[in-house]
């Protein structure tokens, strides 16, 4: 997972390639995988074809403290997967504390109350519960681009032997990684947008559909059957969609991926890998960015309306988040933001309440299962079948 | 050879097609995943309704029609009491904390919508089209027919809309009702009173001979006074439908009101037990000649709620 500066090949005067590094003796240009100064250009242009020209197989020069040090390529690796476990624990370890900051309304001494009370297995099974699917997500994104830019890397221009940093990922990433990210993506997508996740999964593993049958007849038979299936699972909803009108985009994304699937597999020519790998990593930074607002303002704690007042006397609903409950009082993060000390033998009654970002957006379902529900949700919804909107829960904030 | 590389460059271009379509849909479906409703929510419209924010729900019903709206050691029952009760917990009334029942004179309903004494108003409330251009209905939610309740020893006489017409015999019916402006039609001659209970004790008292009114409203009395009064089956054939009344300023209101009937109805229909089963079951049921279901309502609009995602069957 590192991003330091790699030279893989023949360096030129193009800009990917960072400046040669003059320490490094020239001998070294002889054996593949290893840096090569500049003026060994030629011998970069005698590279193999096809060999794989993976960013962690070079030594890296380092600075530690007076001396540099040369790092060989399994130490390297040892070294991107220890920072990739750092930062698949600490990222949302940060991010789970950070957003306690937002929850709590950009007040200090909130924040530091809501610190002292969630508990940090809480904090960061609550930001797992919403952050999954962005996880999973970009895990996806980034595997099946890597996948289909180290695919076409061999057809780079000669000189530009850099290979994409997707594609070094997906290099570096043992493949039940990438499985494992598959296999959370379909059960957390919602079943409106897990069709996308067949041409991504062909196009992470490379899989032509040459692999279905060797021979061409059977091949498409097994084509056309796999589409016939898929469209009478979807026929209903597709029709629904088709009836209310409005819901164009609904069809595409039911209709066109499947078909994707068929060609995105394969070697992309060689002059439109450059700009996909640049366009691709700033647009999957800038993704990532949008979407992790929503998830860092998602609330930690779960939303209630706790109706307070005295025995027969007038009574008051609040809307907010329990931090904590004790002997004396129940502490509540108000929907609107300030914290309520409300005596524990006031309160009459608690209601667990959705928000409105929980309302659908479509009104399609797929065999009772709603587009917008992912499978677990889904499931879950089979197994809590009533839902029941407590009247408090509408009540104004 | 030449053909192969054709083909390979045919294929690198289907592919190029094929990631780039692929991206296009992946930024389309992360647009779609963060954009709005395009249906209004029920809270959305819940916030542009005069009761937004107010603390009680004033609902209007009657206090003196067995069954359907009447006072019983104090409280509330009856079947419009029953439903005014679902639809204020489905806006968020409920308890007696946050819901009034206001007693409202059949004459008084509409007045009481004008002038803003009540929210509501469930009680009987023919849905007609004089009435539509005072106030609003949410509705159906009762099919119910006009019929001649008499006393029990003049069931062998009064058997006809003609016989009504006889002077001899003294109908008595509610004012400002439907059935009022039907017998005028049929140029039978009423005492009006102001209520059908009135009538009922008049019936009694012997000051009358027969009420006419909805079949719900007479069921009620029928039930307290079995012995005393029959039911007698005229052809009026007119079909009353109840609907709740709404003040015609706030159509976001009704809607809602609107919608929640519908709720009520699609789980009756699906075989579940719906809020307006229970309420019939545990009021007007046992008494009424037919066995009757929630009608479908009017004009439901379509509007997105939490509970949207739950599994329909």
Redesign the interface.
Known sequence: MSTAPTTTGGADADGPVPPPRASVPHETTTVPGVDSPLDAAPDAAGWPAGVPVAAPAEPVVADVGSGRVRWDPAERRARASQSFWTALVGVPAIFSVLRLGVEAGGELQTTLLLVANVGPVNLLAGFLTTAARLLSTGMVAVFALGAVLAVSADRLPPGTRRRPLFARWADITPAWVVLASFLLALITWPLLYLPLLLPAFVAAFQLRPARLHERVLPRLLMIVALLAGYGWLLLPTLRDAAEQGDERLVLVLLVVPPLLALFIAGPLPGMVIRPLASVTEVAMLATLVWAAVPVISTPVLPLTVTTVGTENGPAEDVRGHVITTDDVNMVILQERGGVRYVPVDLVRAQVLCPTEEELPRHQLRIHDFHVEDSLLEGMGRRVRPVHRIDAACRTPA | MNAHSSRS?L?????????A???T??????C????????P???EV??ESHI??QTKLRIGVATNEPLMGELRNGQHAGFDVEIGRYI???????GD??LEFVSVATEDRIPALQGGTVDLVVSSFSMTEERKKLVSFAGPYFVTTQEVLVSSRLKDKIRTIEDLRDPAYRVCTSGGSTTEAELEKRQVKTFVVKDVGDCVDGIRKGRYDAVSSDESILAGFLASFPKEFEFVDMPFGTSELLGIGVPIGDPALRDLVAFFLQKSYEQGRDGQASPWQTAYNRTLGPWLKAEKRQPQPLEVP?L??????????
Do not use: H
């Open positions: 460059r294929r690198s271009v289907a592919t190029t097609l094929a990631v379509l692929a991206l849909l992946a930024a389309a479906a992360g779609d995943s963060r954009k709005e409703p395009d249906l929510s029920v809270q819940l916030r937004y924010g204020a917990a489905s806006l968020g009334y409920e904390q946050r379509k997105v709620d939490f509970d949207d995602k739950a599994p329909r069957r």
